[in-house]
């Protein structure tokens, strides 16, 4: 069972910028459909990003403008940098795998192993 552990998160301004880390277990993941999610109080999850084996990307059409999602092979490793940081990103972001070679979106169901979470607070 391939593990997913996201780090990068903390406290920050508005207007700053974050990278989110997300470690997986195994380079298995790396091979297929990963995204980046985010869940604030009381709100659903929202998908932000997805990038798939071929490190074609999607945005959610919200963050399209200052997040960036990546992915390192090598290191079985998936990035998200957000710039501009605004109040509202303060949520908890998980990273996902779906075990689809392609990206079909970000209805949280289609994928298979999430990450813990990591939390991001931004103070204005």
């Known amino acids: 069972q391939v593990q997913l552990v996201e780090s990068g998160g903390g406290s920050v301004q508005a207007g700053g910028s974050l990278t989110l880390s997300c470690a997986a277990s195994e380079s298995t993941a790396l091979r297929y459909c990963m995204g980046w999610f985010r869940q604030a109080p009381g709100k659903e999850r929202e998908g932000l990003a997805s990038?798939?084996?071929?490190?074609?990307?999607r945005y959610a059409d919200s963050v399209k403008d200052r997040f960036t999602i990546s992915k390192d092979n090598a290191k079985n490793s998936l990035y998200l940098q957000i710039n501009s940081l605004k109040s509202e990103d303060s949520a908890v972001y998980y990273c996902?795998?779906?075990?689809?070679?392609?990206?079909?979106?970000?209805?949280?169901?289609?994928?298979?192993?999430w990450g813990q979470g990591t939390q991001v607070t931004v103070s204005s």
């Open positions: 990038i798939d084996r071929s490190g074609a990307t």
């Open positions: 996902a795998v779906s075990w689809s070679v392609y990206c079909y979106g970000f209805i949280s169901a289609d994928y298979d192993v």
